[in-house]
């Protein structure tokens, strides 16, 4: 994988189940659906967004907890209920301005493969599909929901020169 590609990234999109999540799903007695995201992987978004790195969402479920975890970290552009993820590329370069070669996606699923054709970086989580693996110009060491999502932010801020700036204001 290229650093170069790392250099340049100015938007993330990030799938949910798999990626932000472990992939499972919990519904309570009444039917209400509850995810579990990782607070490390939440540092690493605001981070990302902090440095001036849009996030994006792009997901194929749509769930009241994924509303209140992007409000929580700022994210804004929310693309749920999806059937065809890569659809909705266009639609977010017109809003951002940013090129597709600019743009990194993190997928886990049959799903995502199309997305991560049409983006300038695609990266898998460590437990992915063995078609999204073999696809993936990244693939983080940490699985979905368990610090992959920090990963690749880590690795962006670093590869942009902007990591040692921001461990300096947390000693």
Known sequence: MSLNKLKHIKL??????GVLTDGGIIYNDNGVETKIFNVKDGL???LLIK?????????????NALYNRCKNLEIEHIFDGLDDKA???????????????QVAFMGDDLPDLALMKKVGLSIAVADAHKAVLKNADMVTSAKG??????????AILK????????LERFL
């Open 12 to 17: 993330l999109i990030l799938d949910v189940d």
């Open 44 to 46: 690493g978004i605001r």
């Open 51 to 63: 440095a001036g790195i849009t996030l994006c969402i792009a997901t194929g479920r749509r769930s």
């Open 87 to 101: 659809a909705m590329l266009d639609l977010i370069l017109d809003r951002t301005g940013v090129s597709a070669e």
């Open 145 to 154: 929901g368990n610090g992959a999502v920090r990963e690749v932010c880590e």
């Open 159 to 166: 590869a942009q020169g902007l990591w040692e700036n921001i």
